[in-house]
């Protein structure tokens, strides 16, 4: 492993600048806002507004303060830990967040373990079987399962196996059984992207002329297949997990609305509703942290199994 | 050391994009290409079918799709209304055909509308390099670093709910892979001969760019843009579904699913419908989008 | 009789097909081969013309579904390998005969390192090594094959080789279980024009020392002149003329030899011109009738385009064509 250390290095330090100027977007959003920005907050409660109203909160804002003062309070408030208070709920976004988080990642990660797996699995069935009948029963869902959006996939399980049979929780609920549903709604339409990108992955790299050398070295089919072919194979589909990553958070907040759970997602488009700006600017930013570090863990495993890219 | 001549292989012909001469001939091959693929052709004619029954809406519809008429609600499919009624009694269908001309005409806006400026920035990062590249990638590098939802969803925030800022949003999340798509091409086209022989004669870089470069990204730009409709399209109708992109009573196919979402175990021909449509539509841009692919490089396939 | 010993592999009547978009290809159409123990066979022929298949079918190693022996035997050391399973086939590949192809850098893994791969190859036959000593010979190995510095380059992937260590690499690979036979696919073709004359140079000294067979494949004439004991020549599909390589290069029999022959510059002719063959290659789908040569061959006879010539054994060369045939009998027969 010797490249893999300073590798890891060398995506980090890329990551810090991105994240910087990602903090920077975030925190201008307020001044993007049409007119005045506390009018826009308290669009739900006009009677509120008045000009004490507007000069107090504009004051507690620090909205009177040059742009880069305004910036570095509010940096440096985030790497303390002070994250505002919800305009909604009365109650510091830094809580809001930390309750439901770890709701979303779970949902998140358990649907990207769902589709990597059964996707690779199917993937690599179909390529070793090529033209049989599992082949072309898998490919053909999987074409079908591409098509599907999460909120019907997720409305249709919803109704057949929660409220009809039963199985599962119909809204809410926290442990294994409540995550079910959400994930298999979630993962379906990426398990059927993996799936067809490792089947045709597979098929070009088992007609390379590494695996006729590890052929004719006498090689049990077993080992060419998942050791010499798989490793290789794998490389453009963890690529595309990585990338659809960003996928797969976006589509909690669907996924947390269809099925009501507590999670970033639903806190997300209800701040957004209620113009809750404290709120919008600290789910945005757990989002993308989670989002930077879960794509430096499959940059790393990318890097694991294609050695060539340590030294690109 | 000598060398035996080498003729020909074990086949005379020899089938391939390159030998082509005239685009026109090479727009024939992929044609052809196309017609073959079974699942392609299926695909193009689901897709041509449903814009055609959602562009004909205003004449095929048997109702309006925004008139209450709450005695005949929620009523299963029927002779009189084909597809059932909403919980405000509105025909399904109906709703159905007009709402496909916005979640259709959304998503193929979105598209066209993050193309422009994402083959525009890619061909200026590819080609000029230096500044203008490490600009643009920076930009680039961060615009990836939100997932795409959020990214729409920030935009929303911003400019408000409505069908035309989804278009907005939408449009604006294709634009970091199209620049990174077409800045690979650019690049790689780039060091090929045929520029340097332009740039020899003095064409200036405008010229070389629209002229020499954007011919040869044409295919792969099509292809993606392709590809990317079903997603555009799903998105826009992700950002109805929540509630941030077309409001009520606007049919938009989205919009159709929240709305008969709470009637799911008793009605459920109000979600169902708009669903499978959004299906359909991303079913058909899916075979036709990978029959495409493979179309127009067969080295792809499998 | 000795000579039964002295023959390390024997084909005979091997037909090879293959199943393509355009119909059936007779890829190998009924060839015969012999391989002694110790020497070195050079296989020429155009591309196309049945030579790599050949190769693979001794491995079977064929592209399954679309490949397939028809008929014939593959005789090593007396086993038919023809009609072997999967499983057996397995045992003697690596181990009794090995086969090294064209693309060094296609030909290794770029996800493992060298070290592994051939490691891998002793793992394969021997079943559990110890790690200490499978290094050892992997190190001892790869010194043999020329490669400097072996212990550092062990844990070294193939991108970090240049093109002729990569194949001296495969070299190694596949003289690690000390193979009856060495199969050489094209091993010279990728690589500059220096490091075919090393790799040659090489595959000689290595020869001597692990007295191994070598079958050695390729389209150039010039590498055969160099290694090869005995040549054999084969023309889209089947087997032209098998002969020693002073008999092949100073005294061609059959028309499309002399034509090879010919075509090398400087080698008999002092003409400002090339001679060429004319005509190309046959389609394999449908060739031609009787001898897939005669159209363009400028000694054909009517015979020629009816009657396909099996080839006879004559003063200890094969020799598959009519018309040469019959001069050499009457060459003979002026002697009497």
Redesign the interface.
């Given at each position: 492993m010797k490249g893999l250390p300073a590798y890891i290095v060398r995506r980090l330090l890329f990551f810090i600048p991105t994240f910087f100027a990602v903090s920077v977007i975030v925190f201008s959003i307020i001044h993007f806002l049409p007119g005045d920005p506390i009018t826009w907050m308290l669009v739900d409660n006009p009677l509120f507004v008045s000009e004490e109203v507007i000069e107090a909160l504009t004051k507690y804002y620090g909205l009177d303060k040059p742009l880069y003062v305004q910036y570095f309070n509010w940096l440096f408030n985030l790497v303390k830990g002070d994250w505002g208070m919800s305009m909604r709920t009365r109650a510091p976004v830094m809580l809001e967040i930390s309750t439901r988080y770890m709701n979303t990642i779970q949902l998140a990660v358990s649907a990207m373990i769902f589709s990597v797996i059964v996707g690779i699995v199917a993937g690599v069935t179909s390529a070793v079987r090529q033209y049989s009948w599992f082949d072309r029963f898998s490919m053909f869902g999987a074409l079908l399962g591409a098509a599907m959006p999460v909120y019907w996939t997720g409305l249709l399980m919803l109704g057949i196996f929660a409220v009809q049979f039963r199985w599962f929780p119909v809204s809410g609920g926290t442990g294994l059984r409540a995550l079910v549903l959400p994930t298999i709604a979630l993962g379906m339409a990426r398990t059927a992207t993996m799936a067809r990108l490792t089947r045709s992955s597979m098929l070009e790299v088992m007609r390379e002329d590494y695996i006729k050398t590890a052929r004719s070295k006498g090689l049990k089919e077993r080992l060419v297949i998942y050791k010499h072919a798989l490793k290789n194979a794998l490389i453009p589909v963890v690529t595309v997990a990585g990338m659809s990553f960003g996928g797969m958070l976006g589509g909690t907040v669907i996924t947390e609305t269809i099925f009501t759970r507590s999670g970033l997602g639903r806190i997300a488009v209800e701040s957004i509703w209620t113009h809750d700006l404290p709120m919008i600017q600290g789910v945005t930013i757990v989002y993308v942290i989670i989002f930077i570090s879960l794509n430096l863990i499959i940059d790393v495993v990318y890097a694991y199994i294609d050695p060539r890219i340590r030294y690109g | 050391?000598?060398?035996?001549?080498?003729?020909?292989?074990?086949?005379?012909e020899e089938e391939g994009l390159q030998m082509y001469q005239t685009q026109w001939d090479r727009f024939k091959l992929v044609v052809r290409r196309l017609w073959k693929n079974k699942?392609a052709v299926l695909g193009f004619f689901v897709v041509v079918f449903l814009v055609m029954f959602c562009v004909l809406a205003p004449y095929i519809a048997p109702y309006s799709p925004l008139k209450l008429n709450i005695p005949e609600r929620l009523q299963p499919p029927s002779m009189s209304h084909l597809l059932g009624t909403d919980q405000f009694g509105r025909d399904i269908l109906s709703r159905l055909l007009y709402g496909g001309r916005l979640s259709l005409g959304v998503g193929i806006i979105s598209v066209v509308l993050g193309l422009i400026p994402g083959v525009l920035l890619g061909l200026s990062s590819g080609f000029l390099r230096g500044n203008v590249d490490a600009a643009i990638m920076?930009g680039v590098?961060?615009m990836?670093?939100?997932?795409?939802?959020?990214l729409a969803?920030?935009i929303?925030?911003?400019l408000?709910p409505g069908l035309i800022n989804t278009m907005i949003a939408v449009g604006i999340g294709g634009i970091p892979s199209m620049i990174r798509l077409v800045r690979g091409k650019v690049l790689s086209i780039r060091e090929t001969e045929y520029i340097e022989a332009a740039r020899s004669i003095g064409a200036n870089d405008w010229r070389i760019m629209i002229r020499h470069i954007l011919p040869n990204c044409a295919a792969p730009i099509i292809v993606v843009a392709t590809l990317r409709l079903?997603s555009a399209i799903?998105m826009a109708?992700?950002l109805s579904?929540?509630?941030?992109g077309a409001q009520a009573p606007t049919p938009e196919w989205?919009a159709m699913?929240a709305s008969g979402?709470h009637f799911?175990?008793t009605s459920?021909w109000i979600?169902?419908f708009p669903?499978?449509a959004?299906?359909?539509a991303?079913?058909g841009l899916?075979?036709f989008g990978d029959g495409l692919r493979d179309a127009l490089d067969p080295k792809?396939k499998? | 009789m000795m000579t039964m010993s002295e023959d390390l592999l024997r084909i005979e009547d091997l037909v090879v097909q293959y199943e393509t978009e355009e119909g059936i290809v007779q890829a190998v159409d009924n060839v015969n081969l012999t391989v002694k123990r110790g020497e070195v066979m050079g296989l020429v022929g155009e591309s196309g013309c049945g030579k790599s298949t050949l190769a693979l079918s001794i491995m079977g190693l064929l592209a399954r579904p679309m490949g397939r022996i028809v008929s014939g035997h593959i005789f090593l050391e007396d086993v038919d390998l023809v009609g072997l399973s999967q499983d057996e086939l397995r045992k003697i590949r690596g181990k009794s005969i090995s086969m090294i192809f064209q693309d060094p850098t296609a030909s290794l893994n770029p996800v493992f390192t060298v070290g592994e791969q051939l490691v891998e190859a002793f793992k394969a036959h021997e079943g559990k090594i110890d790690a200490e000593e499978a290094r050892a010979r992997a190190v001892e190995i790869l010194r043999k094959v020329g490669i400097s510095d072996p212990e550092t380059r062990l844990s070294q992937y193939p991108h970090e080789f240049s093109g002729g260590m990569k194949q001296r690499a495969m070299i190694a690979i596949g003289l690690a279980n000390n193979p009856l036979m060495l199969i050489a696919d094209e091993p010279t073709t990728n690589l500059d024009v220096t490091i075919q004359a090393q790799i040659l140079e090489l595959m000689r000294a290595l020869k001597k020392e692990f007295d191994s067979s070598i079958l050695i494949i390729t389209h150039n004439l010039g590498v055969v002149a160099e290694l090869a004991d005995r040549v054999g020549v084969m023309y889209a599909g089947r087997m032209a003329e098998v002969g020693t390589a002073d008999q092949i290069f100073h005294d061609p029999v059959h028309p499309y030899t002399k034509g090879l022959i010919s075509s090398l510059p400087g080698f008999k002719s002092r003409s400002d011109r090339l001679p060429i063959i004319p005509g190309r290659v046959p389609n394999l789908v449908r060739p031609p009738p009787g001898c897939r040569f005669h159209p363009r061959c400028t000694y054909a006879s009517d015979r020629c385009s009816r009657e396909e010539c099996k080839g006879q054994i004559v003063e200890g060369r094969f020799i598959a064509c009519h018309t040469a045939l019959r001069m050499l009998e009457e060459a003979a027969g002026d002697q009497v």
């Amino acid at each position: 492993m010797k490249g893999l250390p300073a590798y890891i290095v060398r995506r980090l330090l890329f990551f810090i600048p991105t994240f910087f100027a990602v903090s920077v977007i975030v925190f201008s959003i307020i001044h993007f806002l049409p007119g005045d920005p506390i009018t826009w907050m308290l669009v739900d409660n006009p009677l509120f507004v008045s000009e004490e109203v507007i000069e107090a909160l504009t004051k507690y804002y620090g909205l009177d303060k040059p742009l880069y003062v305004q910036y570095f309070n509010w940096l440096f408030n985030l790497v303390k830990g002070d994250w505002g208070m919800s305009m909604r709920t009365r109650a510091p976004v830094m809580l809001e967040i930390s309750t439901r988080y770890m709701n979303t990642i779970q949902l998140a990660v358990s649907a990207m373990i769902f589709s990597v797996i059964v996707g690779i699995v199917a993937g690599v069935t179909s390529a070793v079987r090529q033209y049989s009948w599992f082949d072309r029963f898998s490919m053909f869902g999987a074409l079908l399962g591409a098509a599907m959006p999460v909120y019907w996939t997720g409305l249709l399980m919803l109704g057949i196996f929660a409220v009809q049979f039963r199985w599962f929780p119909v809204s809410g609920g926290t442990g294994l059984r409540a995550l079910v549903l959400p994930t298999i709604a979630l993962g379906m339409a990426r398990t059927a992207t993996m799936a067809r990108l490792t089947r045709s992955s597979m098929l070009e790299v088992m007609r390379e002329d590494y695996i006729k050398t590890a052929r004719s070295k006498g090689l049990k089919e077993r080992l060419v297949i998942y050791k010499h072919a798989l490793k290789n194979a794998l490389i453009p589909v963890v690529t595309v997990a990585g990338m659809s990553f960003g996928g797969m958070l976006g589509g909690t907040v669907i996924t947390e609305t269809i099925f009501t759970r507590s999670g970033l997602g639903r806190i997300a488009v209800e701040s957004i509703w209620t113009h809750d700006l404290p709120m919008i600017q600290g789910v945005t930013i757990v989002y993308v942290i989670i989002f930077i570090s879960l794509n430096l863990i499959i940059d790393v495993v990318y890097a694991y199994i294609d050695p060539r890219i340590r030294y690109g | 050391m000598g060398e035996v001549t080498e003729e020909g292989g074990l086949f005379a012909e020899e089938e391939g994009l390159q030998m082509y001469q005239t685009q026109w001939d090479r727009f024939k091959l992929v044609v052809r290409r196309l017609w073959k693929n079974k699942a392609a052709v299926l695909g193009f004619f689901v897709v041509v079918f449903l814009v055609m029954f959602c562009v004909l809406a205003p004449y095929i519809a048997p109702y309006s799709p925004l008139k209450l008429n709450i005695p005949e609600r929620l009523q299963p499919p029927s002779m009189s209304h084909l597809l059932g009624t909403d919980q405000f009694g509105r025909d399904i269908l109906s709703r159905l055909l007009y709402g496909g001309r916005l979640s259709l005409g959304v998503g193929i806006i979105s598209v066209v509308l993050g193309l422009i400026p994402g083959v525009l920035l890619g061909l200026s990062s590819g080609f000029l390099r230096g500044n203008v590249d490490a600009a643009i990638m920076r930009g680039v590098d961060i615009m990836m670093a939100l997932p795409s939802i959020l990214l729409a969803l920030l935009i929303v925030t911003v400019l408000g709910p409505g069908l035309i800022n989804t278009m907005i949003a939408v449009g604006i999340g294709g634009i970091p892979s199209m620049i990174r798509l077409v800045r690979g091409k650019v690049l790689s086209i780039r060091e090929t001969e045929y520029i340097e022989a332009a740039r020899s004669i003095g064409a200036n870089d405008w010229r070389i760019m629209i002229r020499h470069i954007l011919p040869n990204c044409a295919a792969p730009i099509i292809v993606v843009a392709t590809l990317r409709l079903p997603s555009a399209i799903i998105m826009a109708a992700s950002l109805s579904f929540i509630g941030l992109g077309a409001q009520a009573p606007t049919p938009e196919w989205g919009a159709m699913l929240a709305s008969g979402r709470h009637f799911l175990t008793t009605s459920w021909w109000i979600c169902t419908f708009p669903g499978l449509a959004i299906f359909l539509a991303v079913l058909g841009l899916n075979m036709f989008g990978d029959g495409l692919r493979d179309a127009l490089d067969p080295k792809l396939k499998s | 009789m000795m000579t039964m010993s002295e023959d390390l592999l024997r084909i005979e009547d091997l037909v090879v097909q293959y199943e393509t978009e355009e119909g059936i290809v007779q890829a190998v159409d009924n060839v015969n081969l012999t391989v002694k123990r110790g020497e070195v066979m050079g296989l020429v022929g155009e591309s196309g013309c049945g030579k790599s298949t050949l190769a693979l079918s001794i491995m079977g190693l064929l592209a399954r579904p679309m490949g397939r022996i028809v008929s014939g035997h593959i005789f090593l050391e007396d086993v038919d390998l023809v009609g072997l399973s999967q499983d057996e086939l397995r045992k003697i590949r690596g181990k009794s005969i090995s086969m090294i192809f064209q693309d060094p850098t296609a030909s290794l893994n770029p996800v493992f390192t060298v070290g592994e791969q051939l490691v891998e190859a002793f793992k394969a036959h021997e079943g559990k090594i110890d790690a200490e000593e499978a290094r050892a010979r992997a190190v001892e190995i790869l010194r043999k094959v020329g490669i400097s510095d072996p212990e550092t380059r062990l844990s070294q992937y193939p991108h970090e080789f240049s093109g002729g260590m990569k194949q001296r690499a495969m070299i190694a690979i596949g003289l690690a279980n000390n193979p009856l036979m060495l199969i050489a696919d094209e091993p010279t073709t990728n690589l500059d024009v220096t490091i075919q004359a090393q790799i040659l140079e090489l595959m000689r000294a290595l020869k001597k020392e692990f007295d191994s067979s070598i079958l050695i494949i390729t389209h150039n004439l010039g590498v055969v002149a160099e290694l090869a004991d005995r040549v054999g020549v084969m023309y889209a599909g089947r087997m032209a003329e098998v002969g020693t390589a002073d008999q092949i290069f100073h005294d061609p029999v059959h028309p499309y030899t002399k034509g090879l022959i010919s075509s090398l510059p400087g080698f008999k002719s002092r003409s400002d011109r090339l001679p060429i063959i004319p005509g190309r290659v046959p389609n394999l789908v449908r060739p031609p009738p009787g001898c897939r040569f005669h159209p363009r061959c400028t000694y054909a006879s009517d015979r020629c385009s009816r009657e396909e010539c099996k080839g006879q054994i004559v003063e200890g060369r094969f020799i598959a064509c009519h018309t040469a045939l019959r001069m050499l009998e009457e060459a003979a027969g002026d002697q009497v």
